[in-house]
């Protein structure tokens, strides 16, 4: 069992940056996939980007250049720096991470980044 906490939500005008935090409760080591998805008001919930166990990262288009996700093992602790955000950024992100061995899949429950001036 893995408890994921995000926390860096809040508002921020446009083009300015924020950084979330995902807090696990213990090691990451063994979690073999860790991402960050959002889920804006009246949307589907999508990827933002994700980090595999050595190092492949994957961005959706839409934050490409923008957004960079990191894991730091040590601290157990998974980030999305955000940058350039825009209006359309706002939404309700969500840690998870996913154990192959299993099959298992944790989510946080999530923290809300509204954009706007």
């Known amino acids: 069992q893995v408890q994921l906490v995000e926390s860096g939500g809040g508002l921020v005008q446009p083009g300015g940056s924020l950084t979330l935090s995902c807090a696990a409760s213990r090691s990451i080591d063994s979690i073999n996939v860790m991402g960050w998805y959002r889920q804006a008001p009246g949307k589907q919930r999508e990827l933002v980007a994700s980090?595999?166990?050595?190092?492949?990262?994957n961005y959706a288009d839409s934050v490409k250049g923008r957004f960079t996700i990191s894991r730091d093992n040590a601290k157990n602790t998974l980030y999305l720096q955000m940058n350039s955000l825009k209006p359309e950024d706002t939404a309700v992100y969500s840690c998870?991470?996913?154990?192959?061995?299993?099959?298992?899949?944790?989510w946080g429950k999530g923290t809300l980044v509204t954009v706007s001036s």
């Open positions: 980090i595999i166990t050595g190092g492949r990262i």
């Open positions: 998870n991470a996913f154990v192959l061995i299993g099959r298992i899949t944790y």
